[in-house]
């Protein structure tokens, strides 16, 4: 199933690039996130992060212009294609590779200060696997920040959500000059994978604490309307399906301390 995900977002890489080029025309937009990430990492640069599911590097970007030292992964080939064109264009040194969520066998265990990703894991064929192995190469004290959503779970809609979803693909078409449609298929293909099927983030939690995270904190409603306007009328009738997940890898024990 991977190869059928990665080959979808390979195809959608050159309408996702847009997207995030017209974040990084938007200084509120820029703003907003970048404010977001600050929260969670501190004050503290040269943190080593790694960005899962980076598309075309927008959180990259980002990290990177904050100081951080950034490694950016993705499982289609033709969104690390475009992220790696946006780094040099962008002056980022990031350093970028095709690889799988669930499988990073080439990163050492407890090697990252933090992990983040932006709306991937409802995309990952296994995320139970991919938690396990983020929690593997981050460092004890390590943290993991994940911006996501309840994407097609029961995907049932007022008439006015469903207006308002009319409305945000004439915006979209306007300002982003793409077309927000999926086809069938594709729609069948997204409706296959085991996080839309659930109720999250209900189950990342259970998921995350199986594969040894502590500290989880969720927070929902994290993008209010007034901070990105024309965002919010583009996108806001997802907003009940989104939020925000922190958690822990719990720092190894003193034992001196213990005893």
Request: with cysteine; glycine share 8%; aromatic share 10%.
């Amino acid at each position: 199933m991977l190869k059928s995900i990665s080959s979808y977002w390979t195809s959608s890489a050159a309408g996702y690039d847009q997207v995030i080029r017209n974040q990084f025309g938007s200084p509120r937009t820029v703003a907003f996130w970048q404010s977001l990430l600050a929260v969670e990492l501190g004050d503290r640069t040269g943190q080593q992060v790694m960005d899962v599911g980076t598309g075309p590097g927008f959180f990259s970007i980002l990290l990177s212009r904050m100081g951080h030292r950034v490694t950016a992964v993705d499982a289609s080939e033709g969104m690390i294609q475009r992220a790696q064109s946006n780094f040099h264009e962008y002056g980022c040194p990031v350093h970028a590779y095709v690889g799988d969520a669930a499988d990073l066998s080439r990163e050492a265990d407890n090697s990252y200060d933090v992990i983040v990703s932006r709306d991937v894991v409802w995309t990952l064929p296994d995320p139970e696997r991919a938690y396990a192995e983020w929690h593997r190469i981050l460092k004890p004290g390590g943290k993991l920040i994940i911006f996501d959503g309840n994407y097609l779970y029961q995907d049932r809609r007022t008439p006015i959500r469903t207006l308002w979803k009319g409305l945000s693909w004439v915006l979209i078409l306007v300002t982003e000059k793409r077309i927000r449609r999926r086809s069938k298929q594709d729609e069948g293909l997204l409706r296959e994978l085991p996080y839309t099927q659930v109720l999250r983030p209900d189950a990342d939690e259970q998921a995350l604490a199986a594969a040894g995270f502590g500290g989880v904190q969720i927070q929902r409603g994290f993008m209010p309307a007034g901070a990105m306007p024309m965002h919010y009328l583009k996108y806001g009738h997802q907003n009940a399906n989104r939020f925000k997940i922190m958690a822990v890898k719990p720092p190894v024990e003193d034992k001196d301390e213990k005893e």
